[in-house]
C-alpha cells in the first residue's frame, strides 16, 4: 500500500482536493490499466518540457509567440488584461473573448512588479491597441491593482480603457466564474 499512500498524498495537494477525494481519484487509478496509466503519467511528467512563456503576452504555450498572438482571426485591437494565467483560461474555456490578452504575472502585495510593468508597456507600445479591458479579479488585492495599471495605461496613451461590469461575486475570481457570468461582466464593460 506504500506507493498508493504516496500517491494519495501527493493527489491531497492539488487545489480543492481532500484526503477523501484524493483516495477516489487514487482507486480510480488503480483501476486504469497499464497504457492509460503511462499516457497519464507522461502527460503529467511531459507537462513543462514543451511549454515556454509568451514573450508578448505572458501566457505558456508550446511556442512563442503563443497560438493566441499569432492567431490571424483574433482582434488584434482589444487587449484584456488578466491577473493570471487561470483567468486567461477561464476566458479561453468560456469562448467568449476573441482580442488578445495580456498575463500580468508577478507582483508582490498587490502591486505590479517593477518587471511586469515594463513587460505590460511594452506590449502595448507594439500592439497599440484602440481598447484595454482591466480584467483582474475584484478583489481588495485587485482593486489596488487596478489604480497602478490606470496609471500605466494612460501614461502609455491609451485612450478606450475599460473594466469589467461586476457581474462577478466581490472576493471572488474571474478563474472561478462561470460562462454566463463572465459573459455578462465582459458586455457590460464600463469605460474609465
Ligand atoms: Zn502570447
Redesign the pocket.
Given at each position: 500500500m506504500e506507493s498508493l499512500d504516496s500517491l494519495i498524498n501527493a493527489l491531497k495537494k492539488f487545489p480543492s482536493l481532500g484526503p477523501k477525494s484524493a483516495r477516489r481519484i487514487a482507486f480510480y487509478l488503480l483501476k486504469q490499466d497499464d497504457k492509460e496509466l503511462q499516457r497519464i503519467g507522461g502527460l503529467i511528467s511531459s507537462l513543462k518540457k514543451n511549454l515556454v512563456t509568451?514573450?508578448?503576452?505572458?501566457?505558456v504555450?508550446e511556442k512563442?509567440?503563443?497560438?493566441?498572438?499569432?492567431d490571424p482571426l483574433r482582434d488584434r485591437d482589444i487587449l484584456c488584461v488578466v491577473d493570471d494565467l487561470e483567468s486567461l483560461s477561464a476566458f479561453e474555456q468560456s469562448g467568449i473573448y476573441n482580442g488578445?490578452?495580456h498575463?500580468l504575472g508577478g507582483r508582490i502585495s498587490g502591486e505590479l512588479t517593477d518587471e511586469s510593468a515594463d513587460f505590460l508597456a511594452k506590449h502595448i507600445r507594439s500592439l497599440k491597441p484602440s481598447e484595454v479591458i482591466i480584467a483582474s479579479s475584484p478583489r481588495i488585492e485587485g482593486d489596488m491593482m487596478y489604480y497602478t495599471l490606470i496609471d500605466i495605461l494612460k501614461g502609455l496613451g491609451v485612450k478606450n480603457i475599460t473594466r469589467l461590469a461586476y457581474g462577478l461575486p466581490l472576493g471572488g475570481s474571474i478563474e472561478f466564474a462561470d460562462r454566463m457570468t463572465l459573459h455578462t461582466a465582459l458586455e457590460g464593460r464600463r469605460k474609465i
Amino acid at each position: 500500500m506504500e506507493s498508493l499512500d504516496s500517491l494519495i498524498n501527493a493527489l491531497k495537494k492539488f487545489p480543492s482536493l481532500g484526503p477523501k477525494s484524493a483516495r477516489r481519484i487514487a482507486f480510480y487509478l488503480l483501476k486504469q490499466d497499464d497504457k492509460e496509466l503511462q499516457r497519464i503519467g507522461g502527460l503529467i511528467s511531459s507537462l513543462k518540457k514543451n511549454l515556454v512563456t509568451c514573450s508578448q503576452c505572458g501566457n505558456v504555450s508550446e511556442k512563442d509567440p503563443c497560438r493566441i498572438c499569432t492567431d490571424p482571426l483574433r482582434d488584434r485591437d482589444i487587449l484584456c488584461v488578466v491577473d493570471d494565467l487561470e483567468s486567461l483560461s477561464a476566458f479561453e474555456q468560456s469562448g467568449i473573448y476573441n482580442g488578445l490578452y495580456h498575463v500580468l504575472g508577478g507582483r508582490i502585495s498587490g502591486e505590479l512588479t517593477d518587471e511586469s510593468a515594463d513587460f505590460l508597456a511594452k506590449h502595448i507600445r507594439s500592439l497599440k491597441p484602440s481598447e484595454v479591458i482591466i480584467a483582474s479579479s475584484p478583489r481588495i488585492e485587485g482593486d489596488m491593482m487596478y489604480y497602478t495599471l490606470i496609471d500605466i495605461l494612460k501614461g502609455l496613451g491609451v485612450k478606450n480603457i475599460t473594466r469589467l461590469a461586476y457581474g462577478l461575486p466581490l472576493g471572488g475570481s474571474i478563474e472561478f466564474a462561470d460562462r454566463m457570468t463572465l459573459h455578462t461582466a465582459l458586455e457590460g464593460r464600463r469605460k474609465i
